[in-house]
């Protein structure tokens, strides 16, 4: 694994609590970081979802979708036919 350092510029007050509490712990540091990369990609998600619900586009059916599944498997992996 490889490291990282950062270098934070924070108010005393700030940088304080949070030593105190131990958020400056490298364990620590990778939750908040985790965390706020969790938060990101959801948000990334329900935009793409609000995207989509915008579109004019018919609705599919689950026999549709299912189609169009076993056809791009079949795309990737053309063995996957054999299967079908």
Same mark, same amino acid.
């Given at each position: 694994m490889s490291q &990282? &350092? @950062?270098t934070l510029q924070l108010p005393d007050s700030l940088a304080n609590e949070a030593s105190a509490t131990g958020l400056f712990e490298p364990s620590a540091i990778e939750k908040l970081i985790?965390?706020?990369l969790r938060r990101r %990609?959801?948000?990334r998600?329900? #935009?793409a979802v609000d995207k989509l619900s915008n579109l004019d586009a018919p609705i599919? &059916?689950?026999a549709e979708v299912e @189609?169009? @599944?076993q056809a791009t %498997?079949? #795309? %990737?992996?053309p063995s996957h036919a054999s299967r079908c």
């Open positions: &990282t &350092t @950062i985790r965390e706020e %990609r959801v948000d998600l329900f #935009a599919l &059916t689950e @189609i169009e @599944i %498997r079949m #795309a %990737r992996n």
